[in-house]
């Protein structure tokens, strides 16, 4: 088995030795490179080519937010998970919005920060439905009319079927789930999720239920009654 290659991101060296030496006990992860501000991320990206990058969100020179925004502007970006002191603040949803495939918080117990890099890196969300929650409820003080407006242009390209599959994920749900609920097959939640991501050009599962939430998608379903 190839071991997941990890960079680690984070201004307090004690904070990224304890990562390093959590992390580093794991057969199937390899930390490739640490660095101590987002201005060194791409730099070490090029040169150490992770899967995965462990990012702090505040640092004092480049924060872990424009830090993402920069990787996720590249093609061959890796995926990133966020490590945040708080759970639903602008700055954790900015990062998922830029294309973050999910956060943690640094208090996390050590074997769930693994399992989130695990996850990532099999193409997995981690954030699970109670978070997502959390978040989009935050998400519903920031919005405004302009980025609903916005989102409800992106989201007319989709099928009715596409709809439906967006607003299962902006719920949480696991393709697993959806295919139940939507009485379809797990493979034809793949390619319905992969068709959207493409359509609407955007990088992973968190993104799409942002875009759902933003356009008001999940408040369409709670009324309709699904």
Excluded: C, W
């Amino acid at each position: 088995m190839t071991a997941i290659r990890l960079l680690l991101v984070d201004d307090d060296p004690l904070v990224r030795a304890g990562l390093s030496f959590m992390m580093g006990g794991a057969a199937d992860i390899e930390i490739v490179g640490e660095a101590a501000d987002g201005s060194e991320v791409e730099e070490l990206v090029d040169r150490v080519h992770p899967d995965v990058v462990l990012m702090d969100i505040r640092m004092p020179s480049v924060d872990g937010l424009t830090a993402t925004e920069r990787l996720r502007a590249r093609g061959d970006a890796p995926q990133i998970v966020v490590l945040t002191t708080f759970h639903a603040d602008e700055q954790v949803l900015r990062a998922l919005r830029a294309g973050a495939a999910g956060f943690v918080l640094k208090d996390t117990p050590p074997a769930e920060i693994l399992d989130a890099v695990r996850r990532v890196a099999a193409g997995d969300p981690v954030l699970s439905p109670a978070v997502t929650r959390q978040l989009m409820e935050h998400a519903a003080g920031t919005a405004t009319d302009t980025r609903r407006a916005r989102a409800r242009e992106r989201v007319a390209a989709l099928g009715d079927r596409e709809r439906e599959v967006a607003v299962a994920v902006g719920q949480g749900l696991a393709n697993a789930e959806i295919a139940t609920g939507l009485f379809m097959s797990v493979a034809t939640v793949k390619t319905h999720v992969s068709r959207i991501l493409a359509k609407l050009d955007l990088n992973n599962r968190v993104q799409i239920a942002l875009l759902a939430y933003d356009a008001g998608l999940l408040e369409e379903d709670g009324e309709s009654g699904h």
